[in-house]
T-cell receptor, first 114, second 110 residues
């Protein structure tokens, strides 16, 4: 297993377009997390899944953001009607077991909204 | 509201010295605290976890302390090397989610 992977690595889109990012976690990990990171800031938690159940989504930034993990394996994060303020690095992480265990991060998807 | 403070200024030290990074927090009672390393353009990498009932943890050249009375964690890298240059993030957890600080950049010069 080569770790957490994210695709695409970079995405440039025009304001108003929809974008979707994919995250493939470490295969045996049951938890998957999405974060957003802007320059000079730490990662900001967005949502997480335990298997296919989305257990926390109140911290998604707006109703334009949604995430799925249909079969408890890979996950997608979609942003509808993108805005320039959505430009950031979107990070995915996975972990094994309950909360408190270390999280393994992917390389991130850098989104630029023009 | 919850607040996590890490030194905003970069820490510059000479190779071989001990680097000490600070993480202070307010309005929070974390069950555990984690430290991560992040290199430019990459995702964070987990380093150490310490729980609220633990005072100190060590791993190779790394040591972390956790003082729940002072609401502070200290992260030490002994015998620092230029390869240790990176941004170090502390993260607090109480439920199943992590809240990260902004990170401190460490620069180790030869």
């Amino acid at each position: 297993d080569t770790g957490v992977s994210q695709n695409p690595r970079h995405k440039i889109t025009k304001r108003g377009q929809n974008v979707t990012f994919r995250c493939d976690p470490i295969s045996e990990h049951n938890r998957l997390y999405w974060y957003r990171q802007t320059l000079g800031q730490g990662p900001e938690f967005l949502t997480y899944f335990q298997n296919e159940a989305q257990l926390e989504k109140s911290r998604l930034l707006s109703d334009r953001f949604s995430a799925e993990r249909p079969k408890g394996s890979f996950s997608t994060l979609e942003i509808q009607r993108t805005e320039q303020g959505d430009s950031a690095m979107y990070l995915c992480a996975s972990s094994l077991g309950a909360g408190g265990n270390e999280q393994y991060f992917g390389p991130g998807t850098r989104l630029t909204v023009t | 509201s919850q607040k996590i403070e890490q030194n905003s200024e970069a820490l510059n030290i000479q190779e071989g010295k001990t680097a000490t990074l600070t993480c202070n927090y307010t309005n929070y009672s974390p069950a555990y605290l984690q430290w991560y390393r992040q290199d430019p353009g990459r995702g964070p990498v987990f380093l150490l976890l310490i729980r609220e009932n633990e005072k100190e943890k060590r791993k190779e050249r790394l040591k972390v302390t956790f003082d729940t009375t002072l609401k502070q964690s200290l992260f030490h890298i002994t015998a620092s090397q230029p390869a240790d240059s990176a941004t170090y993030l502390c993260a607090l957890g109480g439920d199943s989610t992590l809240t990260f600080g902004k990170g401190t950049m460490l620069l180790v010069s030869p």
